[in-house]
Nanobody
């Protein structure tokens, strides 16, 4: 069982930066791949970024490549999402998720554990 708690969301102007954190409970953090997803009002949840169990492999949605960076600190049981050059279309609730996989998966069905979400709002 893995419990996830996101933090770091907020209101920022376009072009600004935010760093999201996701703290995981339990001793299994080092055995799970992690991902970030987001859901904007009236839209389906979409993949943002993922990182493999070891942290050696990452994957990004095309819409965030070059702007967002996912990382993890297994000693602190925490995964991060550094978001730079934010755009109004990045506005959404951001969720972190854990999957009992080695690879960095973009498929939401692969993720068994989800956080409660943190709101990110980017003003024009």
């Amino acid at each position: 069982q893995v419990q996830l708690v996101e933090s770091g969301g907020g209101l920022v102007q376009a072009g600004g930066s935010l760093r999201l954190s996701c703290a995981a409970s339990g001793r299994t953090f080092g055995f799970v791949a992690m991902g970030w997803f987001r859901q904007a009002p009236g839209k389906e949840r979409e993949f943002v970024a993922a990182i493999s169990r070891s942290g050696g492999s990452t994957s990004y949605a095309d819409s965030v490549k070059g702007r967002f960076t996912i990382s993890r600190d297994n000693a602190k049981n925490t995964v991060y999402l550094q978001m730079n050059s934010l755009k109004p279309e990045d506005t959404a609730v951001y969720y972190c998720a854990a999957a009992r996989l080695i690879i960095a998966s973009s498929r939401s069905d692969d993720y068994a554990y989800w956080g409660q979400g943190t709101q990110v709002t980017v003003s024009p």
